[in-house]
């Protein structure tokens, strides 16, 4: 059977999380608050049982992307390979018609992984790849040089979310890879406005990056972006090195920053400060308009 989650599944489903995905262990309680945090924002998640729930699958709005929907999801290991994975993919499917989602979509880090043969042989395909990049030695990194007439700055939350919104809508706009936050999304997912950094000339600004920092000494950079005019001018290089130099303050030890693998530019960039590749990430994605 095939129903909603409910929050006494937790109880069943975080041994069978732990299981499947033994790098990233849950407890019983983490897993729940993981779940109702994601329902809360909007996602969808359901539970396959028989005499207990053996297995679920969660489908998460994409910030910016409402369109898009991510999948997340197991099937406890001793009954994977009965179908129970295919009933659960297409209950969700046929749930999903008629609301706004129109693709469903996957990570993967390897093509030949169990989770992206069975997305494959259920009509996924690539739909983009990223390259992650990891700095390490962020300590020993040299200072920026100065730019004439630049600064970077933090505003407060408000001017923040607002400075971010028209940024990245000007930066973006019209590339494969833009991803239209609303300023309500924006402001859902800004832990502190210290985090967004801003690069201004003469007062304007002009360049933006996003940090976040993990527990394990890890940043990552995740939007980073500039004006079109003002691109090819070494201003996004002094915020990257900026932006890098503020994270080792705060303690981080390595820096992970990530680009579409069809953005040269920006990889180039990367390489050129030291950054080496980590891993790709693909992104396999279904349109709810195939049949099934």
Known sequence: MIRPYHDGDAKFLAPVHTAVFPHNPLSITAFGNYVASLLDYGAKAWVFEEDSPLGYALVIPVPGLPHIADLKGCIAPPFQRRGLGTQLLNHLLTDLQGTAVRQVS?????????????????????????????????????????????????????????????????????????????????????????DLLLLTLNSHPIDFAWLHLQRNGLGLIEPLGILPEHQHRGYGRFLLQSALQEMARRGATLAQIGAWHTNRPAISLYHSLGFTVHETITFLARDLSSGY
Do not use: C
């Open 106 to 194: 996957h990570q993967v880090r390897w093509m030949h992984s169990p989770a992206a043969r069975f997305l494959q042989k259920h009509d996924f395909s690539v739909e983009h790849e990223e390259i992650m990049m990891r700095l390490n030695n962020l300590r020993q990194l040299p200072r920026p040089s100065s730019r004439e007439g630049t600064a970077v700055i933090t505003l407060p939350r408000s001017e923040a979310v607002e400075a971010f919104f028209q940024l990245f809508a000007a930066s973006f706009s019209g590339l494969p890879w833009d991803q239209p936050y609303s300023r309500q999304e924006i402001d859902a997912a800004l832990e502190s406005s210290a």
